[in-house]
């Protein structure tokens, strides 16, 4: 089964971070948030990645190409060309295809450039800046047993305020991340039939408009209800979140060893 990875939007939001490189390789502990999210997926034994790039997306093909030669002792012949790999540090055991899906391509757009590449079968797909503890074989498992079109995963956003509740004056309640207080969204890490590209237009598709709604409005999107961590990286502030839980090794999302 493959997973999709979308990592071709601009991260406006991050331009600190975004200017020469695009937010998927925006780093956390040191290594890119994407590295993250695919050794999440690798846990669960999904070894197989198409990830679709845009913006900047050579320095993703070039870091993709240099992780494992990075890793290792090399031996370069330059006049035949030929490079050696010596005792290689990677442990990651996976295949990756990374797929120019144009600069401006909207979500949809690079959902539905991908269907040459993860073919006539159920894939998963995800954003290239979140990461979560979710259960991806539970998610499999739920998505199989009702036999829909697309299962999305549901999550309660970490609140960005904490929150008080107050009796006239005084405080009564304090809570700094009242997670479980806030509403159900959006949070990724799809499970899709391929019957989903037909509700995708073209490149100026918004995945999470019309296809999603259009889903729903057919009785073909369910929700797996995710009651663990979740958390995006859309600005400084929240790579500063997970930057200081990976530091501290408290990184829920860290579900390897």
């Known amino acids: 089964m493959k997973t999709a990875i979308l990592a071709g939007g601009l991260g406006s939001r991050l331009a600190e971070e975004t200017v020469l490189r695009p937010k998927p390789m925006v780093e956390i502990g040191g290594r890119p948030i994407l590295w993250h999210i695919m050794r999440h997926y690798l846990q ?3 070894n197989e990645f198409v990830i679709a790039v845009g ?3 050579e320095v993703i093909k070039r870091w993709m190409l240099d992780y494992a030669t990075l890793s290792a002792d090399v031996s370069v012949r330059p006049r035949t060309g030929e490079v050696r790999l010596h005792g290689q540090g990677v442990s990651e055991d996976w295949a ?5 899906t144009g600069p401006h391509s909207n979500t949809g757009g690079r959902i539905k450039r991908l269907q040459p590449w993860v073919g006539e079968e159920t894939f ?16 499999l498992a739920f998505h199989r047993s009702h036999g ?60 999470e408009k019309e296809p ?3 889903l729903a409005r057919d ?14 990286m859309d600005t400084v502030r929240e790579k ?8 501290t090794e408290t990184a829920p999302w860290k579900t390897w060893e």
Not at 96 to 100: G, I, N, S
Not at 124 to 139: E, K
Not at 219 to 232: D, E, R
């Open 219 to 232: 009785g073909q999107l369910m929700a797996y209800h995710h009651t663990g961590f979740w958390q995006c």
């Open 96 to 100: 990756v295809d990374v797929v120019d």
């Open 148 to 207: 829909r079109i697309a299962t999305l995963t549901a999550v309660r956003p970490p609140a960005r305020y904490g929150h008080i509740v107050t009796q006239g004056d005084t405080i009564v309640e304090f809570s700094e991340k009242p997670q479980i207080g806030e509403g159900w969204i959006n949070g990724a890490f799809f499970v899709l039939e391929p019957e989903v590209f037909s509700y995708i237009d073209g490149d100026d598709t918004q995945f």
């Open 212 to 214: 999603l709604e259009n």
């Open 124 to 139: 998963m797909l995800t954003w290239g800046d979140g990461v979560s503890n979710v259960d991806l074989d539970a998610l």
């Open 55 to 57: 913006y900047k997306g």
């Open 240 to 247: 500063h979140i997970l930057e200081e839980l990976w530091r």
């Open 44 to 46: 669960y034994g999904h």
